[in-house]
């Protein structure tokens, strides 16, 4: 942390304290290299982060690797069985080990000096070393590892928030889609020259949905304020029975987080009359899931955390995670979901698929820069938020809260 900050320790704390409620961050929140550092520590390395589905790695020594604002986790399945994570640092002296995003292996060799560490991470080679070495000293330093139904989270703290109260509430609402036997058809990532914090919350509302995604306005209701989508709703809670679903809400995101534990969420909003899923023509672009046996013309939010959303339509899922690379710099990867046993080209096509929310999140890219380009111009000035922007108020008050935890 830089001598601004250690030097006058109450600069952040008064900065929080002149935040003025409903109205969007000061300037320095999205443009402060040290304000970057300290959410960092506070908040992107002690929340979790999804990372996959257990479906990507079916056998030992199959890996993945996430790497998230400066750090880099290997994500292998291990000898047992078990999905473990491991800091992507070699014990020698720090150089990565593991160069591929995914694979297969049975060792992981750093390619600076030749280190070699089994699926375990434990070292099992390193040339010309003192006698006296002790190599299980010098296993990877581990990384937390936790399983949500399916879902691979990954956190860069010893001590992450507990996922007990996410997996207990959210058993219910994953298992109507089936979460734990689904696969991922397709993975798109996109990176985006701007704070994170304003790739997250343009995410977090729709005012903008019917300007800037007509693609998405045309079927998605959230565009809607709340009287005249109620009005929608009725038509798809009276139908969603019959169809395997049933009218669930869980509101622990953000401010509403349990002490102690990730934040989570679950709600269901229905699309217009004519679309039966998030497609171009509103037909189905794959096999329902789970045991659901028909279209409610729906389509469910899953909040995990402060980085991690999923939307679930009735054929296939779209998860968005959004992560810092630097404080100038995030990153949106998404991926798309449908059922375990769905075959491509048979089943589903992987254009039809990705068509909506790949040019939903294009357009949402060029939104981002500008908004980052006018933040950071010396005449902005936070701008009060609309009464369709409470997800993204809720939010900021999230960031706000955890920047204040020792």
């Not at 790497?67 to 640092?89: H, L, M, Q, Y």
């Not at 020698?92 to 750093?110: I, M, N, P, W």
């Not at 809607?224 to 809670?237: A, C």
């Not at 054929?315 to 059922?339: K, L, Q």
Request: glycine share 6%; aromatic share 12%; net charge negative.
């Amino acid at each position: 942390m830089s001598a601004v900050l250690k030097e006058s320790p109450s600069s952040i704390e008064e900065l929080i304290a002149n935040q003025k409620p409903g109205y969007s961050l000061d300037q320095r929140f999205y443009t402060d290299p040290d304000i970057y550092e300290l959410e960092l520590e506070r908040i992107v390395y002690r929340n979790w982060i999804f990372a996959g589905h257990v479906s990507q790695l079916p056998e030992p020594g199959d890996f993945r690797v996430l790497n998230v604002a400066g750090e880099s986790a290997i994500i292998v399945r291990g000898k047992d069985g078990t999905i473990n994570g491991f800091a992507n640092v070699c014990r020698h002296r720090g150089s990565l080990v593991c160069l591929e995003e995914h694979g297969h292996t049975d060792k992981f060799a750093c390619p600076y000096h030749g280190w070699m560490y089994d699926i375990d991470g434990k070292l099992i080679a390193a040339r010309d070393m003192p006698e006296n070495f002790d190599m299980s000293a010098h296993s990877l330093k581990t990384v937390s590892v936790g399983i949500v139904h399916g879902l691979i989270f990954v956190c860069f703290t010893d001590d992450p928030l507990s996922l007990d109260a996410c997996r207990e509430e959210l058993a219910e609402p994953m298992a109507m889609f089936d979460f734990e036997n689904l696969k991922v058809a397709a993975t798109k990532s996109y990176d985006i020259p701007a704070n994170w914090k304003l790739s997250i919350e343009n995410y977090q509302e729709c005012y903008h949905c019917a300007t800037a995604h007509p693609e998405y306005a045309r079927m998605h209701t959230l565009m809607l304020d709340d009287s005249k989508r109620d009005r929608v709703q009725v038509r798809m809670l009276e139908s969603m029975a019959s169809c395997g679903l049933k009218e669930i809400y869980v509101n622990r995101v953000d401010t509403a987080a349990l002490p102690g534990e990730m934040g989570y969420g679950y709600s269901r909003t229905a699309l217009f009359d004519k679309y039966k899923t998030g497609s171009k023509d509103g037909e189905p672009v794959a096999p329902l899931l789970g045991k659901l046996t028909d279209f409610d013309k729906g389509a469910s939010d899953f909040n995990f955390g402060g980085f991690s959303f999923m939307l679930a339509y009735s054929d296939h899922v779209v998860a968005y995670v959004f992560t810092p690379i630097d404080h100038n710099n995030s990153r949106c990867e998404i991926y798309w979901m449908v059922r375990g046993d769905a075959e491509e080209g048979k089943d589903y096509d992987v254009d039809k698929l990705t068509w909506l929310w790949d040019i939903t999140t294009i357009s949402d890219k060029e939104i981002i820069v500008n908004n980052s380009k006018g933040v950071h111009s010396k005449y902005y000035q936070p701008g009060p938020f609309s009464g369709m922007e409470k997800e993204e108020r809720i939010y900021i008050d999230w960031i706000l809260q955890e920047l204040q935890r020792a």
